[in-house]
């Protein structure tokens, strides 16, 4: 299993960056995909998800308004479209998998098995 996440980098605030997840070998069952962050200091925040099911999508109260989660399940890949970027959107955001036989939309960090290893985003002017 291979969760990989990438597009981070360094945006202007008011500017948009789109980051992407590429994910191989998930179980079945395996389409429920969320974005989390970390920024230093600070536990690691649930920023949005998409379950292919239905392609029901989901956001933080911090994010929701601005940014836009998609996916296409054929190429197996999820991409977390950030516009509008703040300062407090510098993180290193991750994304993961959940079993969507056992999670429609999971919000904790618990519910997630499959993690990528993270890209960063610095949001500065």
């Known amino acids: 299993v291979q969760l990989q996440a990438s597009g981070g980098g360094l945006v202007q605030p008011g500017g948009s960056l789109t980051l992407s997840c590429a994910a191989s070998?998930?179980?079945?069952?395996?389409?429920?995909i969320g974005w989390f962050r970390q920024a230093p200091g600070k536990e690691r925040e649930w920023v949005s998800l998409?379950?292919?099911?239905?392609?029901?999508?989901y956001y933080g109260n911090s994010v929701k308004g601005r940014f836009v989660i998609s996916g296409d399940i054929a190429k197996n890949t999820v991409h977390l479209q950030m516009n509008s970027v703040k300062p407090e959107d510098t993180a290193v955001y991750y994304c993961?998998?959940?079993?969507?036989?056992?999670?429609?939309?999971?919000?904790?960090?618990?519910?997630?098995?499959?993690w990528g290893q993270g890209t960063q985003v610095t949001v500065s002017s």
């Open positions: 070998g998930l179980p079945p069952d395996y389409y429920v």
């Open positions: 993961a998998a959940a079993d969507a036989g056992k999670w429609y939309a999971p919000l904790k960090e618990s519910e997630y098995d499959y």
């Open positions: 998409i379950n292919f099911s239905d392609s029901g999508a």
